[in-house]
């Protein structure tokens, strides 16, 4: 195995809660992606990270200022993971769950929603990294986030 096959076995051993990452961009289309690689960054100032391949729908809508909402996922919202990672249903995104579309979209019945704005773009690769200043957050009394590991829903 080369370098990269073996780094992605590796990672698939990491357990990783799962979100959707939402906006709306200046033209009122709405986007999302589903995303696993959130991570806080800071709690003074409030800010967190989530990393978003190029290639990706959502990444020309994604500017400085902007704003944007982090919806972590509860286990029983898989086919919202699954209509927000595939290219083929980019269109019906917004068709299905509970969306709150005033404003900056969000799950109503996510875990969690954390609005951010665009504080930082930073090109690596082939992924961009977005550092968000948090402005609000919501979360759900209950614990019961979606995970993922090894190609597979827990």
């Known amino acids: 195995m080369n370098l990269q096959d073996n780094f992605r076995k590796a990672m698939r051993s990491y357990i990783y ?5 939402s906006n709306v961009d200046e033209n009122k289309k709405f986007s999302a992606i589903t995303v696993s690689s959130v991570t806080s960054v800071s709690l003074d100032p409030p800010s967190l990270l989530v ?10 809508s994604i500017k400085e200022g902007s704003s944007f909402c982090i919806n972590l996922l509860n286990k029983n919202q898989e086919d919202i993971s699954n209509l ?10 917004f068709n299905s769950g509970d969306w709150d579309l005033n404003g900056t979209p969000f799950l ?3 875990q969690a929603n954390i609005f951010c704005t665009v504080d ?3 090109s690596y690769h082939t992924h ?8 609000n957050s919501l979360s759900d009394e209950k ?3 979606l995970t993922y590991v090894d190609g597979s829903y827990e």
Do not use: P, Q, Y
Request: proline letters at 0%; one cysteine or more.
């Open 120 to 122: 930082e773009l930073i």
């Open 51 to 60: 990393c978003i391949n190029k290639s990706a729908g959502i990444h020309n």
């Open 17 to 21: 809660s799962v979100s959707v990452m």
């Open 128 to 135: 961009t990294i977005v550092i968000g200043h948090v402005t």
């Open 108 to 110: 109503k019945s996510a």
């Open 84 to 93: 927000c990672s595939s290219f083929k249903t980019e269109g019906d995104r």
């Open 143 to 145: 614990i019961n986030t």
